[in-house]
């Protein structure tokens, strides 16, 4: 079946260290997004791309990174510049053209130690 | 900028009851509205979609309506089961992207 695998479940992250967040896709859908989770609070995007190697911010990208190397991947990088990374993490795609509904991974938990 | 709102933040009915989602928006320029599900812990579901030149959709128990001219949406959920305990999120595509409502948290109690 195809769909959104993201990776760890959950993930901690010490002081000052970066941490990367792993979605893939098997549904040959062109874009690709990443957005943020916060108790009470709809979800914020983050950063988006449309094509390979190629992606904007979204809403609140100040802290994280992205990269979009293949067409299947789209790994988000938290930087020890989010200074508020304790969040639900939620990636998710959808073919290029709109009207058409997104697809989405079942997110990963990520906390500070 | 567009603004989502969802009233009630949360609902808790007796099985079998008829119930009415809400979702309202600011800005009618919009390609399409989405309604998703989320169950605790995990990802987003798409129940419907309803296109900007579309009035209504529907699926099984679910019929969900966009009325632009207002800027609102409703989510019509039939004979309410203890399974569609979740929260419902409504979202607004416009270009490039879509932005959430917060959500209605539903509890169906047996």
């Known amino acids: 079946d195809g769909g959104i695998t993201q990776s760890p479940k959950y993930l901690f992250r010490k002081e000052g260290q970066n941490v990367t967040l792993s979605c893939e896709q098997n549904l040959n859908h062109d874009a690709m997004y990443w957005y943020r989770q916060d108790p009470g609070q709809g979800l914020r995007l983050i950063y988006y791309s449309q094509i390979v190697n190629d992606f904007q911010k979204g809403d609140i990208a100040e802290g994280y990174s992205v990269s979009r190397e293949k067409k299947e991947s789209f790994p988000l990088t938290v930087t020890s510049a989010q200074k508020n990374p304790t969040a639900f993490y939620l990636c998710a795609s959808d073919r290029q053209g709109g009207n058409q509904p997104q697809h989405f991974g079942d997110g990963t938990r990520l906390s500070i130690l | 900028k567009q603004e989502v709102t969802q009233i009630p933040a949360a609902l808790s009915v007796p099985e079998g009851e008829n119930l009415v989602l809400n979702c309202s928006f600011t800005?009618?320029?919009?390609?399409?509205l989405q309604w998703f599900r989320q169950d605790p812990g995990k990802g987003l579901t798409s129940l419907l979609l309803?296109?900007?030149?579309?009035r209504e959709q529907t699926s099984g128990r679910l019929n969900a309506s966009l009325d632009k001219s207002s800027g609102r949406s409703t989510l019509y959920i039939a004979a309410s089961q203890p399974g569609d305990s979740a929260t419902y999120l409504c979202a607004l595509s416009g270009f490039q992207k879509l932005v959430f409502g917060t959500g209605t948290r539903l509890l169906v109690s047996p």
């Open positions: 309803i296109q900007s030149s579309q």
């Open positions: 800005d009618s320029a919009i390609y399409n």
